[in-house]
């Protein structure tokens, strides 16, 4: 299994290294994603898909996380969850599991105020004010 992993937020992408000739592939890699103007209406989407040289690659299984399913204060935790078919087929075949760490960044930026400190004293909670979101991951077969 040459597995590797899409991960999308918006129109912003992200692909992990290949893990080549790998039953459990663990990348243990990290990423930043702009959070769209959609804020916590988006969700991170985690493709994995095995590198094909002869064509496509081939497409293994996806999660989708919902933003507002997650407090932007808590600390980020590694959260197993299994891979799903791709949306509107009905398979229920196994196809593995992602482990995810899930986190958030607080940035000021000029829409908001001017400094970190500004925004504890507005707009807590406001998914306009985080910009970054980043993942860890794990497959297990």
């Not at 000739?21 to 209406?41: V, Y």
């Not at 600390?75 to 949306?87: D, S």
Request: glycine share 8%; charged share 30%; hydrophobic share 35%.
């Amino acid at each position: 299994n040459d597995a590797f992993v899409s991960i999308g937020l918006g129109k912003e992408k992200f692909q992990t290294s290949v893990n080549e000739k790998a039953e459990d592939a663990e990348w243990c890699e990290q990423c930043e994603l702009s959070i769209p103007q959609q804020g916590n209406r988006s969700e991170v989407v985690l493709k994995v898909l095995h590198r094909n040289f002869m064509g496509g690659d081939d497409f293994l299984g996806q999660i989708s996380l919902p933003l507002q399913d997650f407090d932007v204060y808590e600390k980020p935790k590694a959260i197993v969850y299994p891979l799903q078919c791709k949306p509107g087929q009905k398979k229920t075949e196994y196809r593995g599991e992602l482990e995810v760490k899930l986190g958030f960044k607080v940035k000021a930026s000029e829409s908001v105020g001017g400094s970190v400190s500004d925004l504890t004293k507005k707009n807590k909670g406001s998914l306009s004010s985080l910009n970054k979101v980043a993942a860890v991951l794990k497959r297990k077969c």
